[in-house]
T-cell receptor
Framework: AQTVTQSQPEMSVQEAETVTLSCTYD???????LFWYKQPPSRQMILVIRQEAYKQQNATENRFSVNFQKAAKSFSLKISDSQLGDAAMYFC?????????????FGTGTLLAVQP | KAGVTQTPRYLIKTRGQQVTLSCSPI?????VSWYQQTPGQGLQFLFEYFSETQRNKGNFPGRFSGRQFSNSRSEMNVSTLELGDSALYLCASSPQPGQGSSTYNSPLHFGNGTRLTVT
């Protein structure tokens, strides 16, 4: 069975600074997807970034980028130029490549605070 | 385009009662999945529906059930409520079940959830 681990329950960053959130996972599959979702106080889960395991290039979405290390089973999220609106709970998630399923396996989350 | 709509937003029930939660996916989305979010267990997959058929089920007791209608709207039901069922229940929709390359994949779109409190 696949597992996702986020070892940082809480993180804090100064506005305009850079912060990195950590995620490790365990799987025996060779192809899969990894995601970072953001959950603000409104409760709605919002997709931040997605990485396909067969792609060596790290995904980037504006101020958000990942460091995907497949051999180490590590998938960290870097937020550059942090903004107050980035404050939220961040979840790392895994999805199998095959099986015609949208089932996500989530980590326990990292609560990010942004200090003005 | 309207997002995923979950009703009600808040619900208070008593132990032993049953509850039905509703989820209307984004127009055109035919795949709906449900998750339970609690402080202790985090986010756990409940089940997934596509074209009115349950495609996948998480490790939850039989008290948790769901269904999907021909218009893709979905409901989940919890019978004989227990205190431990208090949670945020999230629904997510997608055009279809994910498979293979990204050509056939769209990200999940989540609703704002239903906060269920069991007293």
């Amino acid at each position: 069975a696949q597992t996702v681990t986020q070892s940082q329950p809480e993180m804090s960053v100064q506005e305009a600074e850079t912060v990195t959130l950590s995620c490790t996972y365990d799987t025996s599959e060779s192809d899969y997807y990894l995601f970072w979702y953001k959950q603000p106080p409104s409760r709605q889960m919002i997709l931040v970034i997605r990485q396909e395991a067969y792609k060596q290039q790290n995904a980037t979405e504006n101020r958000f980028s990942v460091n995907f290390q497949k051999a180490a089973k590590s998938f960290s999220l870097k937020i550059s130029d942090s903004q107050l609106g980035d404050a939220a709970m961040y979840f790392c998630a895994y999805r199998s490549y095959g099986g015609a399923t949208n089932k996500l396996i989530f980590g326990t989350g990292t609560l990010l605070a942004v200090q003005p | 385009k309207a997002g995923v709509t979950q009703t009600p937003r808040y619900l208070i029930k008593t132990r032993g009662q049953q509850v039905t939660l509703s989820c209307s996916p984004i127009s055109g989305h035919r795949s709906v999945s449900w998750y339970q979010q609690t402080p202790g267990q985090g986010l756990q997959f409940l089940f997934e529906y596509f074209s009115e058929t349950q495609r996948n089920k998480g490790n939850f007791p039989g008290r948790f059930s769901g269904r999907q209608f021909s218009n893709s709207r979905s409901e989940m039901n919890v019978s004989t409520l227990e205190l431990g069922d208090s949670a945020l229940y999230l629904c997510a929709s997608s055009p279809q079940p994910g498979q293979g390359s990204s050509t056939y994949n769209s990200p999940l779109h989540f609703g704002n959830g239903t906060r269920l409190t069991v007293t």
